[in-house]
């Protein structure tokens, strides 16, 4: 029997363009909660080939219950599959059936069916609406809130896509029962970076907390996701396009992009790369004088601690300096990285001497 745990609600304040985020157990039945963002009463939904046996029948009765009608796309699974060939298996479904420009999209799924739906719907008749049903930890405390919409391409990660935000995020906790032990870990990577560039507390909260975390305990797992949550949305409403602040959201991507990129998609989980990556930019950070050695040690601990890898593979300098080059953060030719002026606070700059940063690449692992 599901035990239930009050639903958690907080608003990503973009003005009129404001949305809701609920997190809670159950809420996959809740049509109530639904139903008022729809722009009509036909949606299509999104899925991919492992949740669709899950969840895509129980979302459509849903729906359905509500007078809503229902269709649904099933893509292949996997950051491999982040690509023009498999947006365009959405396209063909919306033109298919004709849908309308206020025919709603609804992903249901991880980051890689979040990026894609939000990025169909920004480009489908120059923009129709969408929902962000996240089933992973990573696309419920990341990938789902904010509006960064987009796929892969094979010289770099997310650099084609779109600014769009969803009109709804509905994070049932719930679909983590389902969720296999490696991507569990992969997202917990995102939870510890919000620790590590905005709250020292929540950090410490994370270490005294990640055995309940990994065991799914429905309120240490809500904690995590609304805190992180709430951060992600302070920092998108300052700065909602990347021109400033948020850019800190990318602590160890630069490095964890390019490990995704060099070691070929889908090998190393976004999390993963970005764990070992947040290890590099803590190295850096330490190198430059920020940090102690107790700091970095105290990140590998909690990264190790939450089943993810502390250690980078060996691309070789130049792959990481090539790919790290395509890093959307670079400006007028000069990498820019996210680093930690100190624990809970991160910093963004483009002054990390080439000695610093070979150092690091090349340490020993």
């Given amino acids: 029997m599901t035990m239930n745990f009050p639903m958690q609600t907080l608003t990503v304040d973009l ?7 609920h997190i809670g157990n159950s809420l996959l039945g809740l049509t109530e909660l639904i139903l008022p963002h ?101 696309s419920q405390v990341d990938s789902s809130v904010g509006g960064k919409t987009g796929i892969n391409h094979p010289l770099g990660k997310n650099m084609i896509g779109a600014f769009y935000q969803p009109k709804l995020v509905l994070a049932d906790t ?13 997202g917990l990577a995102e939870v510890i970076k919000y620790g590590l560039i905005w709250d020292v507390d929540f950090l410490a909260w994370l270490e005294a907390n990640m055995d309940k975390l990994r065991a799914l305990d429905p309120v240490a797992i809500t904690h995590a996701i609304f805190r992180s949550c709430e951060i992600k949305a302070q920092v998108v409403a300052q700065d909602e396009r990347e021109g400033g602040i948020r850019a800190i959201l990318n602590l160890g991507h630069t490095f964890g992009h390019a490990i995704e990129t060099g070691m070929g998609y889908g090998n190393w989980l976004h999390g993963e790369a970005v764990a070992a ?11 430059l004088g920020w940090l102690s050695e107790s700091d970095v040690t105290r990140t590998r601990t909690l990264i190790r601690a939450a089943g993810l890898p502390d250690t980078a593979p060996d691309l070789g300098v130049d792959t990481y300096l090539e790919y790290m080059g395509h890093d ?17 606070e991160a910093v963004i700059t483009a002054d990390v001497p080439t000695e610093v940063l070979t150092g690091v690449l090349t340490a020993p692992r």
Avoid at 177 to 185: D, G, K, Q, V, Y
Wanted: aromatic share 6%; no cysteine.
């Fill in 15 to 21: 003005g009129d363009r404001a949305y809701p985020i």
């Fill in 38 to 138: 729809l722009a009509q009463k036909r949606a299509m939904i999104v899925t991919n080939t492992t949740v669709a046996p899950l969840y895509l029948a129980r979302l459509t009765a849903t729906l359905e219950a509500g007078g809503v009608a229902v269709t649904s796309v099933v893509l292949p699974d996997g950051e491999a599959y982040k690509n023009w060939e498999t947006l365009n298996l959405i396209f063909d479904a919306l033109l298919t059936e004709r849908a309308e420009r206020k025919t709603t999209l609804i992903a249901l799924g991880g980051g890689v069916i979040g990026d894609m739906t939000g990025f169909a719907a920004a480009s489908y008749q120059r923009g129709v609406p969408f929902i962000q049903i996240p089933t992973t930890l990573l």
């Fill in 174 to 186: 719930d679909t983590l029962n389902t969720l296999p032990a490696r991507e569990l870990s992969a």
């Fill in 277 to 287: 990556g947040m290890v590099m930019a803590v190295e850096t950070s330490q190198r």
């Fill in 328 to 344: 959307k953060k670079v400006e007028g030719g000069k990498m820019r990285f996210v680093l930690l002026k100190k624990m809970g």
